[in-house]
């Protein structure tokens, strides 16, 4: 019997209490997790995910309270969740976003709308929940450039994958970056995330609304969403999304200086958790090449 696919999946479902489920095909897109997309008797569908072990019990429950924070918090659809527990996730169906500009221009809406409507005096969240199969720390703090540092940069150099990969120059420049950070970055108020926002990570709902999953919620600057969706492939019709959610947040003309750094934070995640990590320690290495001085220059001439 399978022990990671639709077998697997279809055992979680029945322990969860949903017994109508006639198959179980694989989805594709995920990388943590088993997923898929159950077909039930009644001709209905939900999308189920789980994890072949029990290395991340709470990790469920956390984005299921992600899902519901990034909606009744900040106004974003997410899927209905039918189930979570320390097993398996069940979410309502969403649909493949659609290929148009149209699409993009109401998600900068959205998100512009998440990132200025949900204003918090520390950075954190109330618990620990998860970025893949690793443990987000989201103790509170009340500095911004330190919580950066410490809980999603610093925090990954533990991780064995991110010692091999990076060696002790690597590291040296990461610290250093990590004490620049105030004047790299600019000191910006925390809102509500959804914290691994890539394009991926962006449905649809029937009706062709811009729909969210897979967070990783905290309080934190916008722009550590904007890097996500920035730095990470998006379609050609997302263009105008960029400009449009400058304009509504109102982002200054040095924005995209920015998201290197901040985007530092994710590929260190990658390779902490992939075989193949996509280049993310290429990336990395790009990031930090300044700041193997001792005197970094200015991030604007940073690669990008």
């Given amino acids: ?22 198959t179980v095909e694989p989805a594709s897109g995920g990388l943590a997790a088993a997923a898929g997309i159950a077909h039930r008797a009644d001709g209905s569908r939900v999308f189920v995910k789980t994890f ?8 469920f429950a956390a984005e299921a309270e992600g899902l519901q924070a990034l909606r009744d918090l900040g106004g974003m659809t997410t899927p209905e969740v039918l189930a ?8 309502a169906m969403l649909e493949p976003r659609p290929s148009s500009q149209a ?22 969240w109330h618990r620990d929940n998860w970025l893949g199969r690793r443990r987000q720390r989201n103790p509170w703090a ?34 250093r970056l990590c004490d620049r950070l105030p004047d790299l970055l ?7 995330t959804h914290g691994d926002l890539w394009a991926q990570n962006v449905l649809a709902t029937p009706g062709g609304r811009p729909a969210l999953i897979d967070p990783a919620v905290s309080y934190m600057w916008a722009e550590v969403d904007l890097a996500h969706l920035w730095t990470t492939s998006p379609p050609p019709e997302s263009r ?42 290429d990336m990395v290495r790009a990031t930090l090449a300044p700041f193997r001085r001792s005197t970094p220059t200015s991030p604007a001439t940073m690669e990008t």
Avoid: K
Avoid at 84 to 91: G, K, P, Q
Avoid at 254 to 259: E, N, T
């Fill in 1 to 22: 019997m399978d022990s990671t696919g639709p077998d697997l999946l279809t055992r979680r479902l029945q322990q969860a209490g949903m017994r109508d489920v006639c």
């Fill in 52 to 59: 072949a072990d029990a290395e991340a019990t709470d990790a």
């Fill in 84 to 91: 979570a527990d320390s097993n398996v996730l069940v979410l």
């Fill in 103 to 124: 699409f993009w221009t109401d998600l900068a809406h959205d998100l512009a709308r998440l990132h200025t409507t949900t204003a918090h005096d520390r950075f954190g």
């Fill in 142 to 175: 009340d500095d911004g450039h330190a919580f950066f540092a410490e809980h999603r940069l610093l925090r990954w150099l533990e991780e064995p994958a991110v010692a091999g990969a990076l060696g002790p120059a690597d590291r040296a420049a990461l610290e």
């Fill in 186 to 192: 600019p000191d910006r108020p925390a809102c509500l």
């Fill in 240 to 281: 105008s999304f960029f400009d449009l959610y400058a304009e509504l947040v109102g982002l200054d003309r040095d924005w995209r200086d920015r998201m290197p750094v901040l985007q530092l934070r994710q590929h260190l995640a990658v390779i902490a958790q992939f075989d193949d990590d996509w280049g993310a320690a």
